[in-house]
Structures are given as structure tokens and as C-alpha cells.
């Protein structure tokens, strides 16, 4: 049998792989048992600065889940004791390490809602994004409610939630769900480059804006500036600070350690 989730590291990166392409990706339990484990495991592996979530085949990011497991439901109480006790996407909100989503057809439903758990979300020309739960009877339930809102707005969310309309790519781009879109073709060359770039950064630096950005959205402003001003000063003794003004003044690469 062929697992769910796969893991490449190369330069730095973890490249995450949902392998299911015959079903287009679609989260089953051994999905949602394998994908946080990899993100655990990426994120403790010193070898890795930065990791990519992508979905294998040429048709789909991730279709959301997979209706076949929808046969046979827990009672209400314990299913939902099980989601309050350990969800799986939250292996994405453990993660101080940069997520990007790479990502390229279909991006719906669950697989949407692991798109907007990482931090960086870039698309295929080709990619559609859309919340078809509700005319499932359901709703999102592995954070879209929640993290949508705060990347799109109350409005927006509602409206994609509640209409279950689905979206291109340059829809997305226009409204701020993804950052970059690019050609199929060029999609895994921009996230390599992409990657990269954040990969050859200090690590702490990059973990530390990675926290202040996504704890500052939680508090007011004024906590957030406190945040934002210790974990400032906590690099400020760095080795890797340190390094990057040495190698500036002596016009060389710097050598970032992670310390």
C-alpha cells in the first residue's frame, strides 16, 4: 500500500507530499494520522528550515476529504471529544518552522482548510478554491470557519462558505487568499525559489516573525508591539545577527547556524 503522506528533504526543505493522487488527494484517516506526524517530524528535524505541503498528480492539491469514510460516524459527543482532544490540523498551528502551500487544481473543502494553515499559499493558474460543505449538510470543521475569516474578512468568508461557490486562481490572488500564481509549469520552480529564499535566512529570525505575525493577529495592537519589541531584542544576541553583520561588512555570504 502506498502512503498518504509522503516526505523529500533537500536544501533545507521538507516537501510534504498528500499521495493519493487517484483520489485526488482527499483526506482519509490515514491522512489526518500521517500528514501531522510528517509536520512534527519536519519541524524537530534541525536538517529542515522551511517545509512545502503539495499534492501529488496532475489534477489536485487535496479534493477535501473523502466522502467514503462519511458511511460511518462516531456518536456526536465522542466525535466531537476526539476533534477537541487532538484535530489533526493542528499540527499546523504547532509548527514554528515557515509552511508553504503549493498548490494546483482542485483546493477544496478540507483541502482548502489545509491551505489556510500555512503560512504561504501559492497557486497554479489552474488551481480552484472552493467550500462545497454545506451542501454536504456540514460544515468546515478542520479550522476554514476560522482561519478564513481572518485571512479574507467576515463577508468574504461567509459568502464563500455559505454559497459553496468555487474560485480560480486570479479570484484568489485578487482577494488575498494566495500571494503568488503562477503556470502550472512553473509552479514547484517558484516554490523551490521561494522556499529557499526563507530557508537561507537566519532560522530564529524566520521563526520569530513567524510568531509575531500569527500571535500579533490574536491581541491587540499594543501587546503585539511588546511581542514584536522582545522577540526583536531576543535576536539582537544571536550568532546568526552577529554573523549577518560580519559577512555584510566583509561582502561575503553569511553562514547562518541557527543559533
Not at 13 to 35: G, H, K, Q
Not at 90 to 99: E, N, Q
Not at 104 to 109: F, Q
Not at 192 to 205: H, M, N, V, Y
Request: charged share 20%; hydrophobic share 45%.
Amino acid at each position: 500500500m502506498t502512503d498518504a503522506v509522503i516526505t523529500h528533504i533537500e536544501d533545507a526543505v521538507a516537501w510534504i507530499t498528500l499521495n493519493r493522487p487517484d483520489a485526488l488527494n482527499a483526506i482519509n484517516n490515514d491522512t489526518r494520522r500521517m500528514l501531522p506526524d510528517a509536520i512534527d517530524a519536519a519541524d524537530a528535524n534541525p536538517d529542515v528550515r522551511v517545509m512545502v505541503i503539495r499534492g501529488a498528480g496532475p489534477r489536485a492539491f487535496c479534493a477535501g476529504a473523502d466522502i467514503k469514510e462519511f458511511a460511518t460516524v462516531d456518536a456526536p459527543a465522542a466525535h466531537r471529544q476526539s476533534r477537541v482532544q487532538r484535530h489533526w490540523i493542528a499540527a499546523f498551528d504547532r509548527a514554528v518552522k515557515p509552511l508553504i502551500a503549493s498548490i494546483h487544481g482542485y483546493c477544496l473543502g478540507g483541502g482548502l482548510e489545509i491551505a489556510l494553515a500555512c503560512d504561504i499559499r501559492i497557486a497554479a493558474t489552474d488551481a480552484s478554491f472552493g467550500f462545497p460543505e454545506t451542501s454536504l449538510g456540514i460544515i468546515p470543521a478542520a479550522g476554514g470557519t476560522q482561519r478564513i475569516t481572518r485571512v479574507l474578512g467576515m463577508g468574504v468568508a461567509l459568502d464563500l462558505i455559505l454559497t459553496g461557490e468555487r474560485i480560480d486562481a486570479q479570484h484568489a490572488w485578487s482577494m488575498g487568499l494566495v500571494s503568488r500564481v503562477v503556470e502550472p509549469a512553473a509552479l514547484n520552480e517558484l516554490t523551490r525559489g521561494i522556499a529557499q529564499k526563507i530557508a537561507s535566512r537566519p532560522p530564529l529570525a524566520t521563526q520569530f516573525a513567524k510568531e509575531a505575525v500569527h500571535t500579533g493577529a490574536e491581541i491587540s495592537l499594543a501587546a503585539g508591539m511588546r511581542q514584536e519589541t522582545d522577540l526583536f531584542t531576543h535576536l539582537i544576541n544571536t550568532q546568526d545577527r552577529q554573523e549577518a553583520a560580519r559577512a555584510f561588512s566583509e561582502k561575503r555570504s553569511p553562514k547562518f547556524t541557527g543559533r
